[in-house]
């Protein structure tokens, strides 16, 4: 079957139903838009276990703590759905803010300690506007697998959470992060780096990779480790950094001493455009 | 089929699943357990609606504002049990805590404004015990249709919301309160007054009915007939007024001004027993 774009949350439903009574697999992959590798990757594993798969194209304005940044965040409706049809997405929904939001919202996911540290320090609100869509499309799809991103490390764990605090119906599915050949992490940020602010963009990975090396040779302080990864971030021109922290991977909480597998996250700003980054490091045994 | 009781959420889902697959209704009467003639109006209902029926019986901690109230709420799981039976429910969901809350929940539901007045004022955190439960029952038993008391305004207020916000695939069915002969609605409160006590419970229902015949009789000024009302129940030996409001049915609330349907929702202490009761109440046309 071709593929279907739906704006309709009623729509959706009832194709999906249809499937559902067949004993068919659902697959969802949320996004933003503005599809990359990344996302195809999402894509690629979902058509690989899933009988149908669902990508949902919404620039969530609850999600974006700045209006600014919400006005800027790139979006190419008919590029999307080009690069869906092309991968074999069998439903694009693509639903306008008013069928998402027909009225403010009085219940949301609120999201505890899980969205303290790292980007949740930051950007108030932000984990809230995203459990909260991700739980609004979960409702609405009701797929059997949803697929995520590692590159949004803590995104993922407070999916994840969310899922398993409130009994969702889902397997979360994690993919690995796609890299450019100079490891910057894809994403739909990208694009608005100018060249200069592409080349100088790696030094994220850079440091993030630094870090791992340090605990990977023995080292676990974490508080050394993340300085002298901060440092790297530091000494390059034109490159701010937010937040460069070492968490555990699943309470997403600042380690003192490396003795299990955590997470290296950071954020840096390169003129006006926000990255984000992580790399699992592993001790030694 | 002869009732079943499960206490595991995975050999619930397994059970509706099959129901599910065969096509059936699912109808779930999310309860507090402690059953009285009020909630077999709602099992009736969902049997007259449903091929499945499961009644989950669960004393939710997280909904308590008071440790000395959950300690003392009354518990009754094998009459219930036998009550259920006699009502022809196929499945009863009673968990433990440790089933329900493994881990202290870091994602729960948040309810903003519709909790601001009548019980969300007194009971700081009510609503958000009460939303997340009621979210966690609804993606473990993935109910068609669910039920609840008009007896409780504000919950089912709030269940509405939190179905129409989060896009909850459910229809939620309000079933009128059932009363004593001289007027007091069913509660499972009721069983911990004395008699003395049970004989001044049915003043915040006439106190109600009062506020309903003034505003049927024209009276749209909201805070005269709000304080008659609390005239009523004032006058009365032994019984404390913690709120009575005149609030629109949808928002939960106050209105100044009654030019359309309104709900007059009170709430009293009766010795160490608190009760609430509401009515709708419509202007002349």
Same mark, same amino acid.
């Given at each position: 079957m071709p593929l279907e774009v739906v704006d309709a949350i009623p729509r959706l439903r009832d194709r999906l139903k249809i499937d559902r009574d067949a004993a068919q697999t659902i697959g969802l992959v949320? =996004? @933003?838009?503005?599809?990359?590798e990344g996302h195809l990757s999402l894509v690629a594993r979902a058509r690989a276990e899933c009988t149908t798969v669902v990508v949902s194209l919404f620039v969530n304005p609850l999600q974006f703590d700045r209006s600014d940044d919400l006005a800027?965040?790139?979006?190419s409706l008919d590029a999307d759905v080009r690069l869906c049809a092309s991968a074999g997405v069998d439903l694009v929904f693509a639903p306008t803010?008013?069928? @998402?939001?027909? #009225?403010?919202? &009085?219940? #949301?996911? &609120?999201?505890?300690?899980?969205?303290?540290?790292?980007?949740?320090? #930051?950007?108030?609100?932000?984990?809230?506007?995203?459990? #909260?869509?991700? @739980?609004?499309?979960?409702?609405i799809a009701q797929p059997d697998r949803a697929y995520f991103g590692e590159k949004d490390a803590q995104q993922l764990a407070v999916i994840r959470r969310l899922v398993a605090d409130l009994n969702v119906p889902v397997t979360i599915v994690p993919v690995a992060t796609v890299r450019e050949p100079d490891g910057l992490a894809l994403s739909s940020r990208n694009r608005r780096l100018s060249p200069d602010d592409r080349r100088v963009a790696p030094v994220l990975y850079e440091a993030l990779r630094d870090a791992r090396q340090r605990i990977a040779a023995g080292d676990s302080d974490a508080a050394r480790v993340r300085q002298m990864a901060a440092d790297i971030i530091g000494q390059r021109q034109g490159? =701010?950094?937010?937040?460069?922290?070492?968490? &555990?991977? &699943?309470?997403m909480q600042p380690v003192q001493v490396v003795n299990r597998p955590v997470v290296a996250a950071g954020a840096v700003w390169i003129g006006s455009t926000r990255l984000i980054d992580n790399v699992v490091c592993v001790p030694p045994a």
């Amino acid at each position: 079957m071709p593929l279907e774009v739906v704006d309709a949350i009623p729509r959706l439903r009832d194709r999906l139903k249809i499937d559902r009574d067949a004993a068919q697999t659902i697959g969802l992959v949320p =996004t @933003m838009g503005a599809l990359h590798e990344g996302h195809l990757s999402l894509v690629a594993r979902a058509r690989a276990e899933c009988t149908t798969v669902v990508v949902s194209l919404f620039v969530n304005p609850l999600q974006f703590d700045r209006s600014d940044d919400l006005a800027a965040y790139p979006r190419s409706l008919d590029a999307d759905v080009r690069l869906c049809a092309s991968a074999g997405v069998d439903l694009v929904f693509a639903p306008t803010v008013s069928e @998402m939001y027909p #009225t403010p919202l &009085d219940c #949301t996911v &609120d999201v505890g300690r899980i969205a303290d540290h790292l980007c949740g320090r #930051t950007r108030p609100g932000h984990f809230r506007g995203v459990a #909260t869509v991700v @739980m609004k499309l979960f409702q609405i799809a009701q797929p059997d697998r949803a697929y995520f991103g590692e590159k949004d490390a803590q995104q993922l764990a407070v999916i994840r959470r969310l899922v398993a605090d409130l009994n969702v119906p889902v397997t979360i599915v994690p993919v690995a992060t796609v890299r450019e050949p100079d490891g910057l992490a894809l994403s739909s940020r990208n694009r608005r780096l100018s060249p200069d602010d592409r080349r100088v963009a790696p030094v994220l990975y850079e440091a993030l990779r630094d870090a791992r090396q340090r605990i990977a040779a023995g080292d676990s302080d974490a508080a050394r480790v993340r300085q002298m990864a901060a440092d790297i971030i530091g000494q390059r021109q034109g490159v =701010t950094l937010e937040y460069l922290e070492i968490v &555990d991977p &699943d309470e997403m909480q600042p380690v003192q001493v490396v003795n299990r597998p955590v997470v290296a996250a950071g954020a840096v700003w390169i003129g006006s455009t926000r990255l984000i980054d992580n790399v699992v490091c592993v001790p030694p045994a």
